[in-house]
């Protein structure tokens, strides 16, 4: 396993020359962030849920990427809270599955119509069950809605999905992102509707070491010749 503190795995990857097609333009935004949680409340007063842990496993077999990411949280607080989980993908990447578990109680989430999961997530929330919903907020942002974390529970979330690698000049690149920005606000924060504030998510200053531990492990089956296989952020083996 590779540490690693404030600074995203980059794996950089060039193919052999020959022909090269087309490919689709990127932007610097379009990019995958770290999945974080928020909760919902007002109070300034009220716990955090504090990340404890972070593991990625990482498979690039072709263009394709697939990674499973896990965090551990806890709720330290003192009341049960709400969360909401959030996955900022680049709009190459799509969720395969994510399931969380809530103190002994496993989860695993469905992408249903919007309007009939939320429905059955009010339900079970009202009910006092712990319920999630996963749901696409924004074309590239999935969101994962828990209810009813008790105090002490820990929160353990594995997250799977795939993303596209698009070379440049004949290089390819994957980034898995350690550290979240808030991308997703267009307006000033007081101008900003709740749903637009879920994304905002604070950077730890230059130099803070995060209070978390980080894991990564990935793994290359190209399926074409290499030229070369670097990463200016971690050993290579």
């Known amino acids: 396993m590779k540490r690693a503190l404030l600074v995203p795995f980059v794996l950089l990857m060039s193919a052999g020359t020959g022909p090269a097609a087309q490919q689709p333009e990127t932007t610097p935004a379009d990019k995958t962030l770290s999945p974080y949680f928020f909760v919902k409340s007002d109070d300034p007063a009220l716990d955090q849920l504090p990340l404890k842990a972070t593991s990625a496993s990482i498979e690039i077999a072709g263009v394709i990427a ?11 607080g003192k009341r049960a ?3 909401i989980y959030v996955f900022p993908g680049s709009t190459r990447a799509a969720v ?3 399931k969380m578990k809530v103190g002994d109680r496993t989860l695993t ?7 009939e999961a939320r429905r059955q997530y009010e339900g079970a929330k009202q009910a006092g069950q712990t319920a999630s919903l996963l749901e696409q907020q924004r074309p590239n942002v999935f969101q994962m809605n828990v209810a009813n974390i008790l105090p002490g529970d820990r929160i353990s979330v594995e997250l799977v999905y795939t993303e596209l690698l698009v070379p440049e000049n004949g290089i390819y690149e994957f980034v898995y992102p350690t550290v979240v920005g808030p991308r997703y606000t267009k307006s000033r924060e007081e101008t ?4 637009g504030r879920w994304f905002q998510n604070p950077y730890l200053h230059e130099g803070e070491a995060p209070p978390y531990r980080f894991d990564l492990k990935a793994t290359v089956a190209a399926g ?3 030229r070369d296989v670097a990463s ?3 050993d290579v083996k």
């Not at 697939?66 to 330290?76: K, L, M």
């Not at 989430?109 to 309007?115: N, V």
């Not at 900003?192 to 749903?195: G, I, Q, S």
């Open 96 to 98: 395969h599955a994510m």
């Open 81 to 83: 809270i709400e969360a």
């Open 232 to 234: 200016p952020s971690h």
């Open 192 to 195: 900003v509707p709740e749903t």
């Open 109 to 115: 989430a469905r992408i249903e119509e919007r309007q």
């Open 66 to 76: 697939r990674v499973t990411v896990t965090q551990d949280y806890a709720n330290e």
């Open 224 to 226: 074409m010749p290499l």
